[in-house]
C-alpha cells in the first residue's frame, strides 16, 4: 500500500475519532448544566425565599421536589432509552430540563416554581439515565472508554462545586431568577449539536412493550423512600409518618420484585443482578455518595457557619479540589485502569477520600484555610477524581448494549438513594451531637463544630465499607498496554 493510500484510509478514521471526542464533550456539557443545578439552587435558597415567601418547612419543597422526580424516575427513563433508542431520550430529557429552566426562570409563585422544579427533575433523570449508554455507544475500546469515563465522572463529581461558586456569583451580582435562565443558552446549544454529533440508534429490536405494572411499582417505591428520607429529620425517624412510607414504599418494592419475574419483557430483568461487578459498583455507589455528599454539604456548612466564610469564598474554597479533581479524573485515573485494572484504583481512591473526611473531622473552630482545609480537600479531590472512573466502569462494562441504559438507570439510582439517606442520616447525627453538647453546656460554635466531626467520622466510615466492598468482590482483569494498542488500532 502507498504512503498516500494509507493517508487517505487513516483519514476516516481520524475524522470520527475526533467526532466521538467532540460528542463526548457536548454530552458532558448536557449533564454539567444538571449537575451544577442541584447545588447551585441552595445557595440562592435564602433569597428565594425572602423573594416568594416562602416559610421554613415549604421552602424545602424546592429541592425536595427536584429530588423526587430526579431519583423516582431514573430506572424508568433508562429503560426507554434501551427500548427506544439512547439519543432520542438524552434529547427528549434535555428539552424538559431547558422548557423547565424557563419556568423557574420566570416563577412569580411558590406554585409555579416547585411544580417547575418537578419538572427539571423529571428531564434531568432522564439525562443521567441515559448518559452513560451513550458514553457506552461511542467507545467501545477500553482505554478510549477508560478516558471517556473518566471526563464524564469529573463532570460528575467536580459539578457540584462548580455550582456552589457559580450559584453565588449569580446571587450576589444579579438575581435568583438567573441560576435558571441561564441554562436556557446552554440547553438550546446542547441540544442542537447533540442531534449533530451524538449517535442515532432505534433502541433494541424484537418486542418493545413497556412492563407499565413495573414502571408504576418501582417509581412510586423510590419518590415514597426519597420523601420519607429527605423528610425524616423534620418528621422523626420513629414517627408514623417515615416509618409508614418507608413500609408502603418497601412492600410496593416487593410487589415489582414479584412483576418482574412473571412479566415476559420485564422492566429491570433481575438477572441483572447476577453480574457480580455490577451489583458491587450500585453497593458501593450508595456508600460512596453517602460519604460524598457529607463531604460537600457538612464542610460547606463548617465553611459558613462556623469559619463564617460567604457563600463566593465557599465556593472559592472548592477550587483547588476541583483542579487536583481534573487531574486526576482527566488524565491519571485511565493510565491507573489501564494499568492495574478496576479494583486497585476504585479502593485507593476510596481511602483517600476516608483520609480527607478524617482530616475535617479534626478541622478547629478557629480553622486556617491552608492548614485545616485544604489538606481534607486535597485528599478528597484526588480520592474522587481516582474512584469516580472505576465505579461506572464496573457498573457499565459487564452489561450488553441492550441493557446499558437500565445499567445506567440502576447506577446512577443507587447515587441519589446514597446521597439522600447518607446526608439525612449524617446530617441527624451532627444536629444530635450539637444538641447532647448544648444540653451539656458546650458553648454554641464549638458544640456546632463538634456535630460536624462526629458526621465527617461517618462519612469516613462510608468511604471505608465502599472500599472494603471493592475489594473484595470487584472482579477485573488488568488491561495491558499490549492489549490497549491492539484494541485501539482495529
Same mark, same amino acid.
Given at each position: 500500500m502507498s504512503a498516500d493510500n494509507s493517508q487517505d484510509a487513516s483519514a476516516p478514521h481520524g475524522q470520527h475519532d475526533r467526532r466521538r471526542w467532540f460528542a463526548l464533550a457536548v454530552l458532558c456539557l448536557g449533564v454539567l448544566m444538571i449537575v451544577l443545578d442541584i447545588t447551585i439552587v441552595n445557595?440562592?435558597?435564602?433569597?428565594?425565599?425572602?423573594?416568594?415567601?416562602?416559610?421554613?418547612?415549604?421552602?424545602?419543597?424546592?429541592?425536595?421536589?427536584?429530588?423526587?422526580?430526579?431519583?423516582?424516575?431514573?430506572l424508568l427513563g433508562g429503560r426507554l432509552g434501551d427500548l427506544y433508542g439512547h439519543r432520542r431520550l438524552f434529547l427528549i430529557g434535555l428539552a424538559l430540563f431547558t422548557l423547565a429552566s424557563l419556568?423557574?426562570?420566570?416563577?412569580?409563585?411558590?406554585?409555579?416554581?416547585?411544580?417547575?422544579?418537578?419538572?427539571?427533575?423529571?428531564?434531568?433523570?432522564?439525562?443521567?439515565?441515559?448518559?452513560?449508554?451513550?458514553?457506552?455507544?461511542?467507545?467501545?475500546?477500553?482505554?478510549?472508554?477508560?478516558?471517556?469515563?473518566?471526563?464524564?465522572?469529573?463532570?460528575?463529581?467536580?459539578?457540584?462545586?462548580?455550582?456552589?461558586?457559580?450559584g453565588g456569583f449569580l446571587t450576589d451580582q444579579f438575581d435568583w431568577h438567573w441560576i435558571f435562565l441561564v441554562n436556557i443558552p446552554i440547553g438550546a446549544a446542547v441540544i442542537a449539536l447533540s442531534v449533530a454529533l451524538l449517535p442515532s440508534s432505534q433502541g433494541q429490536g424484537g418486542d418493545r412493550r413497556l412492563d407499565v405494572g413495573g414502571a408504576i411499582t418501582i417509581t412510586t417505591a423510590l419518590m415514597l423512600a426519597i420523601y420519607a428520607i429527605v423528610n425524616g429529620n423534620e418528621a422523626g425517624w420513629t414517627s408514623a409518618q417515615t416509618l409508614g412510607l418507608l413500609a408502603v414504599a418497601a412492600a410496593?418494592?416487593?410487589?415489582? @420484585? $414479584?412483576?418482574?419475574?412473571?412479566?415476559?419483557? =420485564? %422492566? *429491570?430483568?433481575?438477572? &441483572? #443482578?447476577?453480574?457480580?461487578? /455490577?451489583?458491587?459498583?450500585?453497593?458501593?455507589?450508595?456508600?460512596?455518595?453517602?460519604?460524598?455528599?457529607?463531604?460537600?454539604?457538612?464542610?460547606?456548612?463548617?465553611?459558613?457557619?462556623?469559619?463564617?466564610?460567604?457563600?463566593?469564598?465557599?465556593?472559592?474554597?472548592?477550587?483547588?479540589?476541583?483542579?487536583?479533581?481534573?487531574?486526576?479524573?482527566?488524565?491519571?485515573?485511565?493510565? @491507573? $485502569?489501564?494499568?492495574?485494572?478496576?479494583?486497585? =484504583? %476504585? *479502593?485507593?481512591?476510596? &481511602? #483517600?477520600?476516608?483520609?480527607? /473526611?478524617l482530616l475535617f473531622a479534626r478541622a478547629p473552630v478557629d480553622g486556617n484555610f491552608v492548614a485545616d482545609v485544604l489538606p481534607p480537600m486535597l485528599a478528597l479531590g484526588i480520592g474522587a477524581g481516582i474512584a469516580?472512573?472505576?465505579?461506572?466502569?464496573?457498573?457499565?462494562?459487564?452489561?450488553?448494549?441492550?441493557?446499558?441504559?437500565?445499567?445506567?438507570?440502576?447506577?446512577?439510582?443507587?447515587?441519589?438513594?446514597?446521597?439522600?439517606?447518607?446526608?439525612?442520616?449524617?446530617?441527624?447525627?451532627?444536629?444530635?451531637?450539637?444538641?447532647?453538647?448544648?444540653?451539656?453546656?458546650?458553648?454554641?460554635?464549638?458544640?456546632?463544630?463538634?456535630?460536624?466531626?462526629?458526621?465527617?467520622?461517618?462519612?469516613?466510615?462510608?468511604a471505608v465499607?465502599?472500599?472494603g466492598a471493592g475489594a473484595i468482590f470487584i472482579r477485573t482483569p488488568v488491561v495491558s498496554p499490549q492489549q490497549v494498542t491492539e484494541s485501539t488500532s482495529v
Open positions: 445557595v440562592a435558597l435564602p433569597t428565594i425565599r425572602e423573594n416568594l415567601g416562602f416559610s421554613a418547612s415549604s421552602l424545602a419543597w424546592v429541592i425536595n421536589s427536584y429530588l423526587l422526580t430526579s431519583g423516582g424516575f431514573l419556568l423557574c426562570g420566570f416563577a412569580d409563585s411558590q406554585f409555579v416554581l416547585v411544580f417547575a422544579r418537578a419538572v427539571q427533575g423529571l428531564g434531568g433523570a432522564i439525562v443521567d439515565a441515559v448518559a452513560l449508554s451513550l458514553i457506552v455507544d461511542l467507545f467501545t475500546e477500553t482505554n478510549d472508554r477508560a478516558k471517556a469515563m473518566g471526563v464524564y465522572g469529573f463532570v460528575c463529581s467536580a459539578g457540584g462545586s462548580i455550582g456552589a461558586l457559580l410496593l418494592f416487593g410487589i415489582f @420484585l $414479584v412483576i418482574e419475574t412473571r412479566v415476559r419483557v =420485564p %422492566l *429491570v430483568p433481575l438477572g &441483572l #443482578f447476577r453480574l457480580r461487578n /455490577l451489583a458491587t459498583a450500585n453497593v458501593v455507589g450508595v456508600l460512596w455518595a453517602a460519604a460524598m455528599f457529607a463531604w460537600f454539604f457538612l464542610s460547606a456548612q463548617y465553611m459558613q457557619l462556623v469559619l463564617h466564610y460567604s457563600p463566593l469564598q465557599v465556593g472559592l474554597a472548592f477550587v483547588p479540589t476541583n483542579v487536583v479533581m481534573a487531574v486526576m479524573s482527566l488524565g491519571i485515573s485511565a493510565k @491507573l $485502569v489501564t494499568r492495574f485494572g478496576i479494583k486497585r =484504583p %476504585l *479502593v485507593a481512591g476510596l &481511602l #483517600f477520600a476516608a483520609a480527607g /473526611l469516580f472512573n472505576p465505579v461506572l466502569m464496573a457498573a457499565m462494562n459487564d452489561v450488553t448494549p441492550a441493557e446499558s441504559g437500565l445499567a445506567s438507570g440502576i447506577v446512577n439510582t443507587s447515587f441519589m438513594m446514597g446521597g439522600a439517606l447518607g446526608l439525612a442520616v449524617l446530617a441527624s447525627v451532627a444536629a444530635s451531637a450539637t444538641d447532647g453538647l448544648l444540653a451539656g453546656g458546650v458553648e454554641q460554635l464549638v458544640a456546632l463544630n463538634r456535630g460536624y466531626h462526629a458526621a465527617f467520622l461517618g462519612g469516613a466510615v462510608f465499607l465502599a472500599a
